[in-house]
């Protein structure tokens, strides 16, 4: 602030005494620009950060949850259905014969697991190939071995 003399009301000059200015109407705000622009700009550069690390981390096969085995049998189940599904290109139907059933025996612990694939996949594979197994968190037991247990009976009676 500078200092200057100013008369007073008995018209006395006093020296060093600032002076007195009526407040202002409007408060005048500090540029802080600069300062908003590099928050703004680490800010972007830490959501830009975690984009790409969600993208890189989706394109990690799973790790730890596979497990290595031999397929030692394959069940087809027959039951036909059609599965309709409405979507982005209008409504698809799809015929689907029944359920295509790989049976593997885990090489760890001789586990055996029904893997449910699809046509292709089941088409792909033979009895005594090795296959890959995604283990379930929950031991992985399935609902529907005892329909494939029901229907492999039928097929040895045959």
């Given at each position: 602030?500078?200092?200057?003399?100013?008369?007073?009301?008995?018209?006395?000059?006093k020296?060093?005494?600032p002076?007195?200015?009526?407040s202002?109407?409007?408060?005048?705000?500090?540029n802080?620009?600069?300062?908003?622009?590099?928050?703004?700009?680490?800010?972007?550069?830490?959501?830009?950060?975690?984009?790409?690390?969600?993208?890189?981390?989706?394109?990690?096969?799973?790790?730890?949850?596979?497990?290595?085995g031999?397929?030692?049998?394959?069940?087809?189940?027959?039951?036909?259905?059609t599965?309709?599904?409405?979507?982005?290109?209008?409504?698809?139907?799809?015929?689907?014969?029944?359920?295509y059933i790989?049976?593997?025996?885990?090489?760890?612990n001789?586990?055996?697991?029904?893997?449910?694939?699809d046509?292709?996949?089941?088409?792909?594979y033979?009895?005594?190939?090795?296959?890959?197994?995604?283990k379930p968190?929950?031991?992985?037991r399935?609902?529907?071995?005892?329909?494939?247990?029901?229907?492999?009976?039928e097929?040895?009676?045959?």
């Open positions: 602030m500078t200092q200057h003399t100013e008369p007073n009301p008995d018209g006395e000059v020296a060093g005494v002076a007195t200015s009526p202002p109407s409007r408060v005048i705000i500090k802080r620009f600069r300062q908003d622009l590099i928050i703004g700009l680490v800010a972007g550069a830490a959501v830009l950060g975690f984009v790409l690390f969600a993208i890189l981390s989706f394109n990690r096969e799973v790790g730890g949850l596979g497990k290595p031999v397929i030692i049998e394959k069940l087809f189940i027959p039951q036909a259905e599965q309709i599904t409405i979507g982005k290109v209008g409504v698809e139907k799809e015929e689907i014969a029944g359920k790989l049976r593997v025996k885990l090489d760890i001789g586990e055996i697991y029904n893997v449910y694939v046509p292709r996949t089941y088409a792909k033979t009895v005594g190939q090795s296959y890959m197994v995604l968190e929950g031991g992985g399935d609902v529907f071995e005892e329909a494939a247990k029901q229907l492999k009976a097929q040895e009676h045959k």
